[in-house]
């Protein structure tokens, strides 16, 4: 349903676009959804780190407002992460997600690894 892409290894205080594209699905279905993105890092729980709504209200973890943007283009059935001043911290695989009907939906990730 969903597919991510966008990530690499970049430095300490660096940039990153991510993409989250849902190929498959109704384009009307897919505008309705909030989407989210998602990061874990190695040995830790799955984290929330933004969303959007299908109106672009967007709401972003205290860990990284401020430094990450998110945006859709429903044309495109796209929502992006916008990552700036990349920290250490920030590394590991980021995931974009919805729930529909009580179901969360999952991409595969894309993993985003920051050196100091």
């Known amino acids: 349903q969903l597919v991510e892409s966008g990530g690499g290894l970049v430095q300490d205080g660096g940039s990153l676009k991510l993409s989250c594209k849902a190929p498959?699905?109704?384009?009307?279905?897919?505008?309705?959804?909030?989407i989210n993105w998602y990061r874990q890092a190695p040995g830790n729980q799955r984290e929330w780190v933004a969303s959007i709504t299908r109106g672009g209200d967007r709401n972003y973890a205290d860990t990284v407002k401020g430094r990450f943007t998110i945006s859709r283009d429903n044309a495109r059935k796209t929502v992006y992460l916008q990552m700036g001043s990349l920290k250490p911290d920030d590394t590991g695989t980021y995931y974009c997600n919805f729930n529909s009907g009580g179901i969360d939906y999952w991409g595969q990730g894309t993993q985003v690894t920051v050196s100091s």
């Open positions: 498959r699905m109704i384009t009307s279905e897919y505008n309705s959804k909030i």
